[in-house]
């Protein structure tokens, strides 16, 4: 069966330190990966997306940016946190080649940038 | 672009009271329907989905959804809630083959169950 993991669960960050979120799949391959910020009292903010290797495409301009060195790795990183960055942050995968059914989430990393 | 509204963002309800929460989308083209249920510090899991064909959609744990194209609607609902129902909410779409099958999603409904 799938199943997707991310790490760690909780971090606490001071400003300007640098960042790294992993996600990884188990169980399929070629799936789409995704990045979704949740900030406190706001909906899910998709960040990046990634088709394949080394393929990453950007949704919002901003401080992070991703990485997918094989093909069920997908990474989240940050030179210089700000404070701005703290929220839960959400990692996803889906099929890629048909019919959307949808994404399978890990169980998130909350980010307190101080 | 899309774009998902969910006209609730906090619905409080008594246990086995009924519950409806709203979800509205605006988009040019045909798009799949989701709704997803998350519980406090968890990530996200589908509840149901419309892809085509009947309009009502039943989902797990005894949620439905029914899909209205001239209203542009997904409203969710479920005839009698119970205290671990207490979740946010969210609706997405998609568009078919679309590049990265990107989901949009709404803000998000806080549903409070009370005893």
């Known amino acids: 069966s799938q199943t997707i993991h991310q790490w760690p669960a909780t971090l606490v960050q001071p400003v300007g330190s640098p960042l790294s979120l992993e996600c990884t799949v188990e169980?399929?391959?070629?799936?789409?990966l995704y990045w979704y910020r949740q900030a406190a009292g706001r909906g899910l903010q998709l960040l990046f997306y990634?088709?394949?290797?080394?393929?990453i495409s950007s949704e919002v301009p901003q401080n992070l940016s991703a990485s997918r060195p094989q093909d069920r790795q997908f990474i989240l990183s940050s030179k210089k946190l700000l404070l701005s960055d703290s929220g839960f942050y959400l990692c996803?995968?889906?099929?890629?080649?048909?019919?959307?059914?949808?994404?399978?989430f890990g169980s998130g990393t909350r980010l307190t940038v101080v | 672009a899309q774009s998902v509204t969910q006209l609730d963002s906090q619905v409080p309800v008594f246990e086995e009271a009924p519950v409806e929460l709203r979800c509205n989308y605006s988009s040019s083209v045909s798009v799949y329907l989701f709704w997803y249920v998350q519980y406090p510090n968890q990530g996200l899991q589908l509840l149901l989905k419309?892809?085509?064909?009947?309009?009502l959609v039943k989902g797990i744990n005894g949620f439905e959804a029914e899909f209205n194209k001239s209203q542009t609607s997904f409203h969710l609902r479920k005839p009698s809630v119970h205290i671990s129902d207490t979740a946010e909410y969210f609706c997405a779409v998609s568009v078919p083959q679309a590049a990265g099958n990107k989901l949009t999603f709404g803000g998000g409904t806080r549903v409070l169950v009370k005893p």
């Open positions: 169980g399929t391959s070629n799936p789409n």
């Open positions: 419309y892809l085509s064909g009947s309009t």
């Open positions: 990634s088709v394949g290797i080394g393929q």
């Open positions: 996803a995968w889906s099929v890629r080649s048909f019919v959307n059914y949808g994404y399978t």
